[in-house]
Nanobody, 122 residues
Framework: VQLQASGGGLVQSGDSLGLTCAVS????????TTWFRQAPGKEREFVAA????????DYADSVKGRFTISRANGDNTVHLQMVSLKPDDTAIYYC????????????????WGQGTLVTVSS
């Protein structure tokens, strides 16, 4: 499975931004696409995930209510809509894929996209 993230940019605090993860290759029904992010000097952390088979989602507490992960049926693209952005959301955002259940553990993901930079100015 190959993943490619796009949509990052420079926005102001309170703005909205949407990221896209294009997924290609052999994806099975229980594929999971997950967004992680890594801020300067910090470890890569879980943001949000969606399981393709049933649309089940999971969100980090820090983004719950502000970020929405979605995928249209039959579409190999996963979207992350971010609203009310804060300077603390500044990071490189990566999408990753795995087969099975949703997991917040980055070491369980073998397939990673190249990352897209989101910068939120105050």
């Amino acid at each position: 499975v190959q993943l490619q993230a796009s949509g990052g940019g420079l926005v102001q605090s309170g703005d909205s931004l949407g990221l896209t993860c294009a997924v290609s290759g052999r994806t099975f029904g229980n594929h999971v696409t997950t967004w992680f992010r890594q801020a300067p000097g910090k470890e890569r952390e879980f943001v949000a995930a969606i399981r393709w088979s049933d649309g089940n989602t999971d969100y980090a507490d820090s983004v719950k209510g502000r970020f929405t992960i979605s995928r249209a049926n039959g579409d190999n693209t996963v979207h992350l809509q971010m609203v009310s952005l804060k300077p603390d959301d500044t990071a490189i955002y990566y999408c990753a894929g795995r087969t099975g259940v949703i997991s917040r553990r980055r070491e369980l993901y073998r397939s990673w996209g190249q990352g897209t930079l989101v910068t939120v100015s105050s």
